[in-house]
């Protein structure tokens, strides 16, 4: 009887940076967002969307599933589980602050307005949640003709506008990209996506 | 009798068939027409084939009224989104990537955008 064989797998490894993009084209029932061979969201198909720019450490991939536990007097562990909640994020900070027309993604609830000689971000009093879709991309490490891909279909920046200004550090903005269901897709993809581009 | 559906003549308005006239300042330029190509966005430059719906390009294309219409449609149809189940007041309407669409699903969406 022979061993089994170790999954030492280099090609398997991700190493970054990536690029995250808001307001990309939402993809159709088992579709995914069209990227072009530079890892950009193609763009006569994603007429819409915005870069984030630059950030001080990348970003951060977060799938959270709160698993509800379900037990009998009888055994000591659970016998029946399931997804009772579950959370899509997309978390870092953007260095890009003085881009207006971004901040307006960033701060929820801001309107983007512009005249001569400015450009503003006015908040308050507005109850509706302005929402978009999020994606990253970056090149595999091992091939960067492929991609790693994470999609959030509609989101809103949960972080707030948290802005540190100091002559000693750069300031940023945290982003807390956090899906919303769109409860009218297909159950099992009503959030987002995580995909790569492999060989045809 | 039911009336059939019209089609809609094809290259009725700038941007389709041709790239608009470059204004030189891309703040200048109507928020249907894609800044790179200087097509209406949605539009394939090359084929001229159109690849993503964009409502201010519907609007554009078919007014106000029809325009959300279509998109409402056009969403549901693609299995995209059910504009009619957000709620009341949000205002969701992201574009709508037409790639990797099954053909049968592009061929009514397709219709949907020729009916008058």
Redesign the interface.
């Known amino acids: 009887m022979a061993g089994t064989a170790k999954s030492y797998n280099t090609s398997m490894v991700e190493l970054g940076p990536g690029d995250v993009w808001l307001?990309?084209?939402?993809?159709?029932?088992?579709?995914?967002?069209?990227i072009h061979t530079d890892g950009t969201p193609?763009?006569?198909?994603?007429?819409?969307a915005k870069h984030l720019g630059m950030t001080t450490e990348g970003a951060r991939l977060i799938y959270s599933p709160q698993v509800q536990n379900f037990t009998s007097d009888e055994q000591t562990a659970p016998i029946i589980s399931q997804i009772g909640d579950e959370e899509l994020r997309i978390e870092g900070t953007s260095l890009q602050i003085l881009d207006t027309a971004l901040m307006t993604y960033l701060i929820a609830g801001s309107t983007f307005g512009s005249g001569s000689g400015y450009e503003q971000n006015t908040v308050g009093g507005k109850?509706?949640?302005?929402?978009?879709?999020v994606l990253y991309v970056a090149p595999i490490f091992a091939d960067t003709t492929k991609f790693l891909v994470v999609s959030i279909?509609?989101a809103y920046n949960a972080a707030g506008w948290n802005t540190p200004v100091s002559r000693k550090a750069m300031s940023g903005v945290p982003f807390n990209f956090f899906g919303l269901s769109?409860?009218?897709?297909?159950a099992g993809d009503q959030l987002g996506n995580v995909w790569k581009t492999v060989a045809a | 009798m039911a009336e059939e559906p019209k089609e809609k003549p094809a290259g009725k308005k700038a941007g389709f068939d041709a790239p608009i006239a470059d204004p030189g300042d891309s703040s200048k330029l109507p928020v249907y027409i894609h800044p790179d190509t200087l097509m209406v966005k949605g539009i394939a430059p090359d084929s001229k084939e159109r690849v993503a719906i964009n409502l201010d390009a519907l609007r554009y294309e078919f007014g106000d009224k029809k325009a959300l219409e279509k998109y409402k449609k056009i969403a549901r149809t693609g299995g995209f989104l059910d504009p009619n189940q957000t709620a009341t007041g949000e205002q969701f309407f992201p574009d709508l990537s037409l790639d990797g669409l099954k053909p049968a699903v592009r061929q009514e969406i397709d219709a949907i955008l020729k009916q008058e």
């Open positions: 307001n990309v084209a939402t993809p159709g029932a088992g579709a995914r967002v069209t193609e763009s006569v198909a994603n007429p819409s109850q509706t949640l302005a929402t978009f879709s279909y509609k769109i409860s009218s897709r297909a």
